[in-house]
């Protein structure tokens, strides 16, 4: 059964950045979309940014121009770097990983963003 970790959240003030990671436990096989999602509280989760296995990236409008989603291949890992926060990005972060055949969730991260 293949996990994904997740590691990177915390506390962080408005104009903060953070690196979010998501590791897979073993290797995903046909592996397709790599994604985080955000779930803020009493909010629906919402995509964030995605990243195909060729490379391509795409992003929430609110997203653009402050995170950056990239994967290492070799190991299964996805990144968002995230820059700029402000106190809206607030919210549990979510690895998405989805296979030809399988999708898979981590269990989420919390990043919060306040003075």
């Known amino acids: 059964q293949v996990q994904l970790v997740e590691s990177g959240g915390g506390l962080v003030q408005p104009g903060g950045s953070l690196r979010l990671s998501c590791a897979a436990s073993?290797?995903?096989?046909?592996?397709?979309?790599m994604a985080w999602y955000r779930q803020a509280p009493g909010k629906q989760r919402e995509l964030v940014a995605t990243?195909?296995?060729?490379?391509?990236?795409n992003y929430k409008d609110s997203s653009k121009g402050r995170f950056t989603i990239s994967r290492d291949n070799a190991k299964d890992t996805v990144y968002l770097q995230m820059n700029s926060l402000k106190p809206e990005d607030t919210a549990v972060y979510y690895c998405?990983?989805?296979?030809?055949?399988?999708?898979?969730w981590g269990q989420g991260t919390q990043v919060t963003v306040s003075s």
């Open positions: 998405n990983v989805r296979s030809s055949t399988e999708i898979y």
């Open positions: 073993e290797t995903i096989f046909n592996l397709l979309v």
């Open positions: 990243i195909t296995s060729g490379g391509s990236t």
